[in-house]
């Protein structure tokens, strides 16, 4: 597989789906992290993050910010409370101001949730939680925060995954979805919504994982462009790599290093 992905990846790779640009470029670093999920987005000389990998990750983090000018973060978007995606917000909350923190309402009890409400209590936080769907509009993108319908939740029994936020961004006619961890009922919930899932690019669900809903998923968001956060240890599936491949989908792997993505409102640039 990792031959067909090798052919699969471009280093630099450009799609255009409108005419001149207008907007202000969007900058987003999906970082590579492992089986973890960190992005960190660039625009007007603000920042804001969507989740924020493992402990280990932060460093890496921080590091990269402040290479780019970040000294503060105007939000930060947790999916859900797994340590692949919250981990590094302790460290990084100390570091850096950050005006807005919005939860799932979907607590779960584990030692890095815990590390995250005592960093919130310490940098002086009250978190948002998302109960219902959000709008926010950070440097003229309107992002739409979807949260896990509250039967979701009760059922969730201790594994969150499909209590992720999902993340819809807009940046002029360039849309991107962030699909946290969800499974197939999830999945299945959002196909029944009667959201546009139609976006251009994927963060593909769950680290590539398989599920049976996927390829209706896949049909309903008619991506072109993707990224996988995964790692050697934890790739892809093999069938989700086909479905991608079958519906024309150009693929980024985070195992092979960190991924840049630039839209200027029309065309995305990307590049690892």
Same mark, same amino acid.
């Given at each position: 597989m990792r031959k067909w992905v090798?052919?699969?990846?471009?280093?630099?790779? !450009?799609? $255009?789906?409108?005419?001149?640009?207008?907007?202000?470029?969007?900058?987003?670093?999906l970082f590579k992290a492992g089986k973890a999920d960190a992005f960190l987005f660039r625009m007007n000389g603000r920042a804001m993050l969507l989740d924020a990998g493992e402990?280990?990750?932060?460093?890496?983090?921080?590091?990269?910010?402040?290479?780019?000018g970040v000294d503060a973060l105007d939000m930060v978007i947790v999916s859900h409370y797994d340590k692949g995606h919250i981990g590094g917000l +302790?460290?990084?909350?100390?570091?850096l101001p950050t005006a807005r923190v919005l939860l799932p309402d979907a607590y779960k009890n584990n030692d890095a949730s815990r590390a995250l409400y005592k960093a919130l209590m310490k940098a002086g936080i009250e978190p948002e939680y998302v109960r219902e769907t959000m709008d926010i509009s950070w440097q003229g993108i309107i992002m739409t925060i979807y949260p896990a319908p509250l039967d979701f939740i009760i059922a969730d029994e201790g594994d969150h995954d499909d209590a992720s936020l999902v993340v819809s961004v807009v940046h002029d006619a360039n849309k991107l979805l962030f !699909?946290? #961890?969800?499974? $197939? +009922?999830?999945?299945?919930?959002?196909?029944?919504?009667?959201?546009?899932?139609?976006?251009a690019f994927l963060k593909v669900p769950a680290h590539g994982r398989n599920t049976d809903a996927m390829p209706r998923f896949l049909d309903a968001v008619q991506p072109k462009l993707a990224v996988i956060t995964c790692s050697?240890?934890? +790739?892809?599936?093999?069938? &989700?790599?086909?479905?991608?491949? !079958?519906?024309? &989908?150009?693929?980024?792997? !985070?195992m092979d290093g960190d &991924?840049?993505?630039?839209? #200027?409102?029309?065309?995305?640039?990307?590049?690892?």
């Open positions: 090798a052919a699969m990846l471009l280093l630099f790779f !450009t799609v $255009t789906l409108g005419t001149s640009a207008s907007a202000q470029e969007l900058k987003i670093k402990a280990d990750d932060a460093e890496d983090i921080l590091a990269y910010a402040r290479a780019k +302790p460290d990084i909350l100390a570091a !699909t946290g #961890d969800i499974a $197939t +009922p999830r999945m299945e919930q959002l196909l029944s919504s009667g959201i546009d899932l139609a976006h050697a240890k934890n +790739p892809p599936s093999g069938a &989700v790599m086909e479905a991608l491949n !079958t519906r024309g &989908v150009q693929v980024w792997l !985070t &991924v840049a993505l630039t839209s #200027d409102g029309q065309n995305f640039r990307m590049k690892q």
